[in-house]
């Protein structure tokens, strides 16, 4: 157990649909990053937030955005569903910028019918 | 971030050790190299990480060339639970990690 947490573990929804998922990060730990894992991509970074504000952004679509909240924890948020959203989304912390070490949460499997 | 090679597969017999190479030879000087794991479809799990020297940890050891050129990874005695997709990563210490397609290590009983 990597003490991030996300919720929720598994969402199906349908095309043109908007979600929102969830993650807190390890007690401490400002750094909050998104990635997606997707069977024809692979694990992809999507971006970072540090203490609230944006520090760096990946392969990140316009339909998503991401914002972490004053008691750190973060939300995705993915709008304009098409089918190949379809993927593994997962959240990572680590304690400060530059930290070698990020601790990554059990994920959410987002299915796009 | 400099581009890695891994093998996309490998074999180890439980109980022997493991040695996963990484090929890294766009390497700059001040890039480390990290290695994480991925168990399934469970979140990545970080191993360990090295500049120049070998590393050590209760996990496993770090063997990085004297040219910074390729390393390897060994896991010094192979459980079944160490089956799982082993990634080298090469970056500056910066947050964004790039992780390619890995090597899919399989432990044999």
């Known amino acids: 157990d990597s003490g991030v947490t996300q919720t929720p573990k598994h969402l199906i929804t349908a095309t043109g649909q908007r979600v929102t998922l969830r993650c807190s990060p390890r007690s401490g730990d400002l750094s909050v990053y998104w990635y997606q894992q997707s069977l024809d991509q692979g694990l992809q970074f999507l971006i970072q937030?540090?203490?609230?504000?944006?520090?760096a952004k990946g392969n990140i679509l316009e339909r998503f955005s991401a914002q972490q909240f004053p008691d750190l924890h973060s939300e995705l948020n993915l709008s304009s569903l098409e089918l190949g959203d379809s993927a593994l989304y997962f959240c990572?912390?680590?304690?400060?910028?530059?930290?070698?070490?990020?601790?990554f949460g059990p994920g959410t499997r987002l299915t796009v019918l | 971030d400099a581009k890695t090679t891994q093998p996309p597969s490998m074999d180890c017999a439980e109980g022997r050790a493991a040695n996963l190479p990484c090929n890294h030879s766009t390497i700059s000087g001040n890039e480390y190299v990290y290695w994480y794991r991925q168990i399934h479809s469970q979140g990545p799990q970080y191993i360990i990480h090295?500049?120049?020297n070998n590393e050590t940890n209760e996990m496993a050891s770090l063997i990085i060339t004297e040219d910074r050129k390729s390393s390897t990874l060994i896991l010094p005695h192979a459980t079944l639970r160490d089956t799982a997709v082993y990634y080298c990563?090469?970056?500056?210490?910066?947050?964004?990690?790039?992780f390619g397609t890995g090597t899919r290590l399989t432990i044999i009983p």
């Open positions: 090295g500049l120049k």
């Open positions: 990572a912390s680590s304690p400060r910028t530059g930290y070698n070490e990020q601790f």
């Open positions: 937030y540090y203490n609230g504000e944006e520090r």
């Open positions: 990563i090469v970056n500056f210490g910066n947050e964004k990690l790039t």
